[in-house]
């Protein structure tokens, strides 16, 4: 069984900063790729950015020189440091890993989400 938990979302002004994390549980062997993605009201869900196990980063065009994906694979979890945040960045942001346990290859896995809001 593995669960992720998203935390650090909030209210905050155009402007601001905030920082997201993302913790895995479970009986984990390994953990892939790991990434944000998020859900504005009204549309699909988009990956925001992901991080390979090699460190590797990939981001939307939308957020690049804004946020800054991060990971520490001691602790199985994940961050994501939003800085300048707009308006249009307003959505439900949700965790992803791909998470291999004792007994399933890897599995995609999604967090619950945390809401984030950006208002004047």
């Known amino acids: 069984q593995v669960q992720l938990v998203e935390s650090g979302g909030g209210l905050v002004q155009p402007g601001g900063s905030l920082r997201l994390s993302c913790a895995a549980s479970?009986?984990?062997?390994?953990?892939?790729?790991m990434g944000w993605y998020r859900q504005p009201p009204g549309k699909e869900r988009e990956l925001v950015a992901s991080?390979?196990?090699?460190?590797?980063?990939n981001y939307a065009d939308s957020v690049k020189g804004r946020f800054t994906i991060s990971r520490d694979n001691a602790r199985n979890m994940v961050y994501m440091q939003m800085n300048s945040l707009k308006p249009e960045d307003t959505a439900v942001y949700y965790c992803?890993?791909?998470?291999?346990?004792?007994?399933?290859?890897?599995?995609?896995?999604w967090g619950q989400g945390t809401q984030v809001t950006v208002s004047s």
């Open positions: 992803n890993a791909e998470i291999k346990t004792l007994y399933r290859t890897h599995t995609t896995y």
């Open positions: 479970g009986i984990i062997v390994s953990i892939n790729t």
């Open positions: 991080i390979a196990n090699n460190g590797s980063t």
